[in-house]
């Protein structure tokens, strides 16, 4: 099975924030500043019946309370069990 882990990474000294999956080992560099980032949280918990999906910062939203990043298709946020609010507004 595939269970990449998103992680946010952080560059300490510029704040600048990024997405990526983290393999074992990787160094990960932002792109525009060239500083060491490193990562500050897991975007989404793991879960057996997700591990089929892979996901991606366009199937990502914050949360409005506490900002971490979350599943869109997550009702309750995981990390502060704030309601989200349907995607598409119903019928
Ligand atoms: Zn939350």
Redesign the pocket.
């Known amino acids: 099975m595939n269970q990449r882990q998103v992680y946010r990474l952080r560059a300490p000294a510029s704040g600048r924030e990024a997405m990526a999956p983290i393999e074992p080992g990787a160094v990960y560099v932002d792109r525009e500043t060239g500083e060491e980032m490193w990562p500050v949280t897991r975007t989404l918990p793991l879960a057996p019946s997700e591990s089929a999906l892979l996901r991606t910062p366009e199937d990502l939203r914050i ?1 409005p ?2 900002e ?1 990043l ?1 599943g869109l298709d997550v009702s309750d ?1 995981p ?4 309601r989200q609010p349907a995607l598409d507004g119903g019928s």
């Not at 990390?79 to 704030?82: D, I, K, S, T, W």
């Open positions: 949360c309370r506490c971490q979350i946020c990390y502060c069990g704030l």
